[in-house]
């Protein structure tokens, strides 16, 4: 539990940029790591369809809203 995860944020990232920064992510960062995305459902979608080609998940964080977690599906 002490240690951090990784984070990347989207703030200022274009819609049509997402799954390319979220698939260099999820091929250089420590997985499980979080991702800002703001309270979009739509950029939480984007996130989440450009991590299914590296069988990842993606999850709301627990603390806040408008973050979510990328973990391995187990």
């Known amino acids: 539990q002490g240690e951090k995860m990784q984070k990347i944020d989207l703030h200022g990232v274009k819609h049509c940029d997402v799954s390319k920064v979220i698939c260099k ?3 250089t960062m420590e997985i499980p790591f979080l991702v ?3 309270n979009s459902p739509h950029m939480k979608g984007l ?3 450009a991590c299914r080609p590296f069988k990842l998940k993606v999850r709301d964080a627990f603390d ?3 973050r979510v977690v990328v973990y391995e599906a187990s």
């Open 25 to 27: 992510a999820c091929s």
């Open 36 to 38: 800002i995305t703001g």
């Open 47 to 49: 996130v989440a369809t």
């Open 64 to 66: 806040n809203p408008g």
